[in-house]
């Protein structure tokens, strides 16, 4: 079983600025990225930025510039710091992993947090 856990979330005047967290754990051989979407209301989940084991970063567009993505693959964690909020970017964000699992038949899986919600007030 593989578990991903955030933590973070909560209220912020727009402009200000929070940090996401994700651990994973569990039968994990090896996990081939990590990354942050969301899901605004009425809206569709989207991307926000991910992590490769190789370091390789990849943002949407909308939060260039503003949020830093940052973690350890290999130690599991994964990490999102948003500045400059606005409201717009209100959501519940989902860490989400791609991981080999270390029992067999060794399979690769795409993983889930349960989400945090992220409330900016303007």
């Known amino acids: 079983q593989v578990q991903l856990v955030e933590s973070g979330g909560g209220l912020v005047q727009a402009g200000g600025s929070l940090r996401l967290s994700c651990a994973a754990s569990?039968?994990?051989?090896?996990?081939?990225?990590m990354g942050w979407y969301r899901q605004g209301p009425g809206k569709q989940r989207e991307l926000v930025a991910d992590?490769?084991?190789?370091?390789?970063?990849n943002y949407a567009d909308s939060v260039k510039g503003r949020f830093t993505i940052s973690g350890d693959i290999t130690k599991s964690t994964v990490y999102l710091q948003m500045n400059s909020l606005k409201p717009e970017d209100t959501a519940v964000y989902y860490c989400?992993?791609?991981?080999?699992?270390?029992?067999?038949?060794?399979?690769?899986?795409?993983?889930w947090g349960q989400g945090t919600q992220v409330t900016v007030s303007s």
């Open positions: 989400n992993a791609v991981i080999r699992r270390s029992t067999f038949p060794y399979p690769t899986g795409n993983y």
């Open positions: 992590i490769t084991s190789g370091g390789s970063t």
């Open positions: 569990g039968s994990i051989f090896r996990i081939n990225s």
